[in-house]
């Protein structure tokens, strides 16, 4: 009977080396991104967001990326969350991006801050009708008692709202300042490719190759 040790495959997509490496490290990520989103990747946005709470305890989900330029990599999401709580407590995370199809991950640490007032205010009515009406009648994180309750409070917001939605004042958007990254192409009998990017003394972004 096979067992979860006996699970496996090769990584043997591609190969990965410093010389095909940006030495921007969000310009090696923007092709990444373009290459994955070309590929038609389901999800080629998503990433795993981790933060800590004020005792220590790690945390982790899955959100999407809506925006990467130099200053950072940028979400959405309720200040009143859990992660937002977090962030307030800790204004330190990782991001970690995930194309099983060509084995390829990124890591990214670094701090973070909040978007303005006129970004969430953007980017929320950029969104489709229906997801602002549910992000203004989920009070995210917090318990209760059943779906039908979340449902009848959005029906209700929906009759009263005129097709209109005020953008809560606890929902807005984050963003990353990158402090290091890690780029990770799969290869074969375990043998991957690793480089991390860290800055110098003089904010210059240096390239390193790690052992796998």
Excluded at 5 to 17: G, K, M, V
Excluded at 112 to 129: G, I, Q, W
Aim: aromatic share 10%; with cysteine.
């Amino acid at each position: 009977m096979t067992t979860l040790a006996d699970t496996r495959r090769e990584y043997d997509f591609s190969s990965l080396s410093k010389k095909q490496l940006n030495q921007d490290p969000i310009e090696q990520m923007n092709l990444w991104l373009e290459q994955a989103k070309q590929a038609e990747f389901k999800d080629a946005t998503c990433m795993t967001l981790s933060t800590t709470d004020k005792n220590g305890m790690p945390d982790s989900r899955i959100v999407l990326l809506k925006q990467v330029d130099e200053s950072g990599f940028s979400w959405y999401t309720n200040y009143a969350s859990h992660k937002g709580q977090q962030l307030l407590d800790n204004p330190q995370a990782c991001l970690l991006f995930y194309w099983r199809d060509v084995d390829r991950q990124v890591k990214i640490q670094g701090t973070v801050e909040k978007l303005s007032t006129k970004d969430a205010e953007e980017y929320f009515h950029s969104r489709p009708l229906e997801s602002q009406f549910s992000a203004a009648a989920s009070n995210q994180s917090q318990p209760v008692d059943s779906r039908k309750q979340l449902e009848d409070k959005l029906e209700q917001l929906k009759k009263t709202g005129n097709n209109t939605v005020t953008r809560p004042e606890s929902w807005g958007g984050y963003r990353l300042l990158p402090e290091s990254f890690e780029f990770w192409q799969g290869r074969e009998n375990r043998l991957h490719d690793r480089f991390t990017y860290t800055k110098d003394d003089s904010g210059k972004w240096l390239i390193t190759r790690l052992q796998p």
